[in-house]
């Protein structure tokens, strides 16, 4: 078992483990609730949650468990103006509409940022943590969270960015390497220059702060966490691994590719959303490189029909299949035999090493 820490401590944690957020379906109250009773942290990822949902889904986790869980948003990010060559993105995105049996795509309107309005509930929700990214949430929104004993998390892809997050007030903060799946936290420079590896970023980012560190990226079994641990990080935040649970809300499309996945196959992409991404390379990952998309969120929403019907389809070559480097080690099993088996591992890496 390794030694509990502050971050652990002020959660109720008895595992070093959180799931990430990921806002999209793949988390679900199930999910979050079952990693949260098996002693590790579940996450809820909302940004993208209907508002009528939100609260209905805080409820549900909390009628699974006691335990303390987190809920996600992405911090405000001002809605660009539709640049004016968008109409040939549109064009491009028409055959795979037309593959699918949809109407020809339009370009999205009326698009504004989601904090405000999601944040407030938040508040109500019940969670013991506020988690984001893509930023830094306005000091009002951090000081509110911690008035209601909420502990904030913000992320991080370099020791700039986590010394800006200390600055403003966080309570510990995810250290992104660049081999973890989905959207890249990036705020503080370019994309292509942010992309270290977790090994090299978490000792960084764990020497430039004083508040709690929680790696990510690439971890998928009880070595990886062993690992973080000893880089200097309190606990791990893992993704990729718990979206092939029973409980994860993804497609089963999309949990096939995951598990049919090798350590070559994720790239990284802009095409679904606008943002940089690491996901599983399939057909418009593929056929898209090289094409400059749409700004997020305008990119984003363009794209939402075309992976929603491809959901439902069961199509996983229209689909965003984010996940990490590690991906091939994912496993199909319920989320507290995942956390288990993490913890056996991990015991056993430990042990090894003394």
């Known amino acids: 078992m390794a030694r509990s820490n502050a971050l652990m401590e002020r959660l109720g944690m008895s595992n070093p483990i959180i799931q990430a957020p990921m806002a999209g379906g793949g988390d679900t109250p199930a999910l979050a ?64 509409h037309e593959e699918l049996g949809l109407a020809a795509p339009d370009l999205p309107e009326g698009l504004k940022d989601p904090f405000d309005d999601r944040f407030p509930l938040v508040l109500d929700s019940g969670a013991k943590v506020f988690s984001f990214t893509f930023g830094i949430v306005p000091r009002d929104a951090m000081i509110a969270a911690k008035e209601r004993g909420m502990l904030v998390i913000g ?25 973890a799946g989905g959207h890249r936290g990036t705020f503080a420079g370019a994309f292509e220059t942010s992309l270290v590896g977790s090994i090299a970023l978490v000792p960084q980012v764990a020497d430039a702060v004083s508040v709690p560190v929680i790696a990510s990226g690439g971890i998928m079994d009880g070595r990886g966490i062993a690992a973080a641990l000893a880089l200097g990080a309190s606990a791990v935040q893992m993704g990729t691994a718990f979206l ?4 994860a809300g993804v497609p089963e499309a999309y949990k096939e590719a995951l598990l049919a996945a090798d350590e070559t196959s994720t790239g990284l992409t802009c095409a679904f959303s606008g943002r940089m991404a690491r996901g599983v390379r399939n057909r418009f990952l593929t056929e898209m490189a090289g094409h400059d998309p749409l700004p997020f969120p305008i990119q984003n929403a363009l794209t939402r029909p075309m992976r929603t019907a491809a959901a439902a389809a069961g199509k996983a070559d229209y689909l965003s299949l984010w996940a990490g480097q590690g991906v091939p080690m994912a496993r199909r099993q319920s989320a507290r035999d995942l956390v288990d088996r993490l913890v056996a591992e991990m015991d056993g890496a430990i042990a090894g090493l003394g």
């Open 244 to 247: 092939t649970c029973e409980e």
């Open 155 to 179: 992320t991080a892809t370099t020791v700039a960015e986590a010394v800006a997050l200390e600055n403003a007030g966080v309570d510990a903060i995810v250290a992104q390497g660049a081999e």
């Open 33 to 96: 609730a079952a990693v949260a009773e098996a002693g590790g942290l579940g996450m809820m990822g909302t940004t993208y949650l209907p508002l009528d949902k939100m609260a209905e889904a805080a409820t549900a986790v909390r009628t699974r468990t006691n335990r303390a869980f987190g809920i996600n948003l992405f911090a405000p990010v001002p809605v660009p103006e539709t640049p004016a060559e968008a109409g040939s993105e549109v064009e491009r995105l028409a055959r795979y």
